[in-house]
């Protein structure tokens, strides 16, 4: 268990919906990230919370954003989504801006 | 920008055999590297990192990487692959502070 903990597991939606996704990063880190992973494209990097401030964006698309509250969780928000968008959504954190991440078990999303 | 190369996609090895996965990866100056692995439907969980000093590092699980400043490689081995190894690895690297930046993993078969 690595103290991030996502949620939901598993989320089956339609094409042209939004999702929410959550993120509680383990107690006392203070940067979050998230990830997404799917066949084609693997492990892509799309976005970083560093203590509520947006620090790195990266193969973010513009339907997506995300944002961290002053408790330190985090929610990504996918919005008018598509097929491609089908995939395995991870957070991870850690205390500062180094070090290993440590990273939750994942929020699947399946889009129809 | 720092990329990430996992040369063998898939790699079939006997249990009790030995394992190397390599990795090799571009930054101008020596990044942190990490490996770490992924079962199925899990989350990522860290085998080892490699910040400086020693050059061979050890990590969970019988695990161990040595880090080869002049190949830009940070290959994993392990001396007796168990069953329970099978899995998907991915060598990682931050050279910013902002971001992993993953391969695109090794997936490992361990054949009884």
């Known amino acids: 268990d690595s103290g991030v903990t996502q949620t939901p597991k598993h989320l089956i939606t339609a094409t042209g919906q939004r999702v929410t996704l959550r993120c509680s990063p383990r107690s006392g880190d203070l940067s979050v990230y998230w990830y997404q992973q799917s066949l084609d494209q693997g492990l892509q990097f799309l976005i970083q919370?560093?203590?509520?401030?947006?620090?790195a964006k990266g193969n973010i698309l513009e339907r997506f954003s995300a944002q961290q509250f002053p408790d330190l969780h985090s929610e990504l928000n996918l919005s008018s989504l598509e097929l491609g968008d089908s995939a395995l959504y991870f957070c991870?954190?850690?205390?500062?801006?180094?070090?290993?991440?440590?990273f939750g078990e994942g929020s699947r999303l399946t889009v129809l | 920008a720092q990329s990430v190369t996992q040369p063998d996609i898939h790699i079939t090895v006997s249990e009790g055999a030995s394992l190397e996965l390599r990795c090799n990866y571009s930054?101008?100056?020596?990044?942190?590297l990490f490996w770490y692995v992924q079962s199925p439907g899990q989350g990522l969980q860290l085998l080892l990192k490699y910040f400086s000093g020693d050059t061979l590092v050890q990590g969970i699980k019988g695990f161990e990487a040595e880090f080869k400043r002049s190949q830009s490689s940070f290959n994993l081995r392990k001396p007796s692959v168990h069953w329970s190894d099978a899995a998907e690895y991915f060598c990682?690297?931050?050279?910013?502070?902002?971001?992993?930046?993953f391969g695109e993993g090794t997936q490992l078969t361990v054949n009884p």
């Open positions: 990682a690297v931050d050279a910013s502070g902002s971001r992993l930046t």
């Open positions: 930054y101008g100056a020596t990044p942190y």
């Open positions: 991870a954190s850690r205390p500062t801006v180094a070090g290993e991440l440590f």
């Open positions: 919370y560093y203590n509520g401030e947006e620090r």
